[in-house]
């Protein structure tokens, strides 16, 4: 199966096991807004605790808040959104549809990247074993050519991206010979930057002086909060500030699933910090966050720092972290040394001084700012498709196993008499009873007990605890592994602390 394929079949899984369904879908749904169903939202539920709880328990010096979607307009021209949040948009004149410029251009290179990696899959299976990627790479003429091509445009567009040339982009475009999907005519308009923010009215008259918006990051509610937090925590510079929330970004290209959305949700964390010391922190929040996704047991392997070179005007620093989608490493989370940008555009607009006094030294300054920045839904993708499993079996047969990390997963066991009669079912519902103050629980008495571990598989549960005829004698009940499906008989009364040992968020927070 190519990666695409995966990816297909991995929507559908989440679909058909409850985890995210198209929004609407009874009218066809509405692109990229997606919704949770009784699985995904355990599993965000317990990926925002993992996030909050490493936030503002381990850090003595990090509270948390819950600020509004809508904010005072002014808090969008302070942060530059209302100027500068924009993408470039070209629509085609015959099909009326419209792209993302870059959007187009990116996709032209990926396809001159896939036929060089056809060239050598083809150069691998003529070779054999005698085959040198290198080589093939430095001297196949067909190779080369494509990758000419692919530098002159890549070229092109990032110098075009560093000066926002959208005359270039539109000559790109054309030069490239670049079609609309849907019309197949290279009749395009002009590039033009589009902002990326909902409005609405605050009012019911319309009118465009009451034009509000609904916030694109959560970070700006907690700048515009930056004084009631410092002054009425009596917090001390260093210190942080969290928050999960909302956002909405009218993205044109929504695509790769819940990767993109319109509406979705960002766990970010400000620091604050006296100027000149923002680089330390940067370092120590870079460590931090991967520390933090690591511990998971995703694979080290599967996360990569990504440092900008090109840094927006306010940032002095700032990196991703990149995670392996299906489609390749994609940003997962933004580092960002921030300066005063924020804090010190809010002082200006809205006159009211915002500036921390630092009683050891007798100054006074704004406090330079470190961010950390995670999208919970990209978080959700990163787990769903890692997890994501196929495995044969004995016998010919094979299963599908999500393998979400133990504490994570929506629920944590399933308990199961083994028939419906011979007191196993009352039996099991004490089970429930000794488990579910502690642990999401599944109970199940349909169908041979292959088929409900197969169930339990595919949405992820860790462990399955079958009742059985010899429960009846022996007060023990069998525990079957997710991962390794091996099996063990367990006494009742040790169920408890043998399924806490593996799900437990504490334990896994212990280990950051
Ligand atoms: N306050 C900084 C900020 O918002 P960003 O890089 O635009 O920075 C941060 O967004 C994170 O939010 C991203 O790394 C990503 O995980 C998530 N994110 C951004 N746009 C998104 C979208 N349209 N859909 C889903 N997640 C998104």
Not at 356 to 381: A, K, N
Not at 432 to 440: A, G, N, P, R, T
Not at 483 to 490: G, I, L, S
Request: aromatic content about 12%.
């Amino acid at each position: 199966m190519t990666q695409d394929e995966l990816f297909k079949v991995l929507v559908a899984h989440c679909k058909e096991y409850g985890f995210i369904f198209p929004s609407s879908e009874i009218y066809d749904g509405l692109a990229a807004v997606y919704d949770y169903g009784q699985m995904g939202v355990q599993l965000k539920n317990n990926i925002k605790t993992y996030w909050w709880e490493a936030m503002t328990r381990l850090n003595e010096n990090i509270v948390g808040i819950d600020s509004c979607i809508f904010m005072h307009p002014k808090t969008w021209v302070a942060s530059g959104h209302v100027a500068a949040f924009n993408d470039p948009l070209i629509d085609n004149k015959d099909s009326k549809k419209r792209y993302r410029a870059d959007v187009l251009i990116e996709d032209y290179l990926l396809k001159i990247e896939e036929k060089i990696n056809k060239e050598v899959a083809k150069g691998r299976k003529r070779f054999g074993e005698a085959f040198d990627e290198e080589q093939f790479r430095a001297t196949n003429p067909n190779v080369l050519r494509e990758k000419a091509k692919y530098d002159e445009v890549h070229n092109r567009y990032v110098e075009a991206e560093n000066k926002n040339d959208l005359a270039e982009y539109k000559q790109i475009i054309l030069d490239c010979g670049i079609v609309c999907p849907i019309s197949g005519t290279a009749n395009w308009t002009d590039v033009r930057q589009f902002n990326l923010m909902f409005s609405t009215s605050l009012s019911n008259t319309g009118a465009n002086d009451d034009k509000i918006y609904l916030r694109p990051e959560t970070a700006q509610g907690i700048f515009v909060e930056y004084l009631n937090v410092q002054k009425t925590g009596r917090m001390k510079i260093p210190f942080g500030i969290a928050q999960i929330g909302k956002a909405f970004r009218n993205e044109i290209v929504a695509r790769q699933f819940i990767f993109r959305m319109r509406e979705f949700e960002q766990m970010e964390m400000e620091f604050f910090c006296k100027p000149g010391t923002e680089m330390e922190w940067f370092r120590k929040w870079k460590e931090n966050r991967m520390k933090w996704h690591v511990n998971l047991g995703m694979g080290a392997e599967n996360y990569r720092f990504h440092d900008h070179e090109k840094l927006a005007h306010y940032a002095n620093a700032a990196t991703d972290i990149e995670f392996n989608f299906p489609f390749g490493f994609k940003e997962l989370e933004g580092i960002h040394s921030r300066t005063d940008f924020d804090l010190g555009n809010h002082q200006k607009l809205s006159g009211k001084k915002i500036q921390y006094f630092d009683p050891e030294t007798g100054e006074s300054y704004v406090p330079y700012c470190v961010e950390t920045s995670i999208g919970v839904d990209r978080m959700c993708l990163a787990v769903l498709s890692h997890a994501y499993t196929v495995e044969q079996l004995e016998g010919g047969d094979s299963r599908v196993v999500m393998k979400i990390p133990a504490p994570l997963a929506p629920i944590k066991v399933a308990v199961l008499p083994l028939v419906k009669k011979d007191g196993l079912p009352e039996i099991a519902q004490k089970v429930v009873d000794e488990l579910k103050y502690d642990f999401s629980y599944q109970y199940d008495e349909k169908d041979s007990i292959g088929k409900r571990y197969r169930r339990q598989d595919a949405i992820g549960t860790p462990f399955c605890v079958t009742i059985d005829h010899e429960t009846v004698n022996d007060g023990c009940v069998t525990v079957r592994d997710r991962d390794t499906m091996t099996q063990e008989r367990v006494k009742i009364e040790d169920l408890r602390a043998l399924i806490d040992k593996k799900v437990s968020l504490n334990n896994l927070l212990r280990n950051l």
